[in-house]
T-cell receptor, first 113, second 114 residues
Framework: DSGVTQTPKHLITATGQRVTLRCSPR?????VYWYQQSLDQGLQFLIQ???????AKGNILERFSAQQFPDLHSELNLSSLELGDSALYFC????????????FGSGTQLSVL | DQQVKQNSPSLSVQEGRISILNCDYT??????FLWYKKYPAEGPTFLIS?????DKNEDGRFTVFLNKSAKHLSLHIVPSQPGDSAVYFC?????????????FGKGTRLSVIA
């Protein structure tokens, strides 16, 4: 158990809809990262938050947004969903300090039909 | 532009033999490298790491080698066991940038045959 909790585990929705993925980081971790794993694309970095503030942005579409709340949990909002958004979405958290490793949640499998 | 490349999508090895997984990177600012293992329906889990001041790091059956001049690293698993069958991701980051995100390769699926 990594200590990172993601809900829901599975999500099935239709094109054009909006969904919210939730992540609770490990106790004490201020950094939260979101990654997308599509077929044959490996883990693509989407966005990072640190103590409520956006810290870094990767290949995140404009239709996607995220936030980190005062209790440090984070939500990834995906809107106007397309078939190509079907993927595994992972959240990870990391302690402060040099060379601290990422701890991943078990992911949310999103299927857009 | 892929900064971390794992050119072998899959690898099959017999139980007891050595597994060698390779990874290349293009960003010369990368100073810290990690390997993650992923089983189906689970998140990636940390396996082993190496910083640029070293060329080798060992942890039990797992050894990572780093060749900075070639921008290449490899993960050796000896001896390979059926439980090692998983997808292995190579990742890299810049040490001095603190909480910069890890950049991952596409992964190599290792199958260890009993």
């Amino acid at each position: 158990d990594s200590g990172v909790t993601q809900t829901p585990k599975h999500l099935i929705t239709a094109t054009g809809q909006r969904v919210t993925l939730r992540c609770s980081p490990r106790s004490g971790d201020l950094s939260v990262y979101w990654y997308q794993q599509s077929l044959d694309q490996g883990l693509q970095f989407l966005i990072q938050y640190y103590n409520g503030e956006e810290r870094a942005k990767g290949n995140i579409l404009e239709r996607f947004s995220a936030q980190q709340f005062p209790d440090l949990h984070s939500e990834l909002n995906l809107s106007s969903l397309e078939l190509g958004d079907s993927a595994l979405y992972f959240c990870a958290s990391r302690a402060d300090g040099i060379n601290e490793k990422l701890f991943f949640g078990s992911g949310t499998q999103l299927s857009v039909l | 532009d892929q900064q971390v490349k794992q050119n072998s999508p899959s690898l099959s090895v017999q139980e007891g033999r050595i597994s060698i997984l390779n990874c290349d990177y293009t960003n010369s600012m990368f100073d810290y490298f990690l390997w993650y293992k992923k089983y189906p329906a689970e998140g990636p889990t940390f396996l082993i790491s190496i910083s640029s001041i070293k060329d080798k790091n060992e942890d039990g059956r797992f050894t990572v080698f780093l060749n900075k001049s070639a921008k290449h690293l490899s993960l050796h698993i000896v001896p390979s066991q059926p439980g090692d069958s998983a997808v292995y991701f190579c990742a890299a980051s810049e040490i001095y940038s603190g909480n910069t995100p890890l950049v991952f390769g596409k992964g190599t699926r290792l199958s260890v045959i009993a």
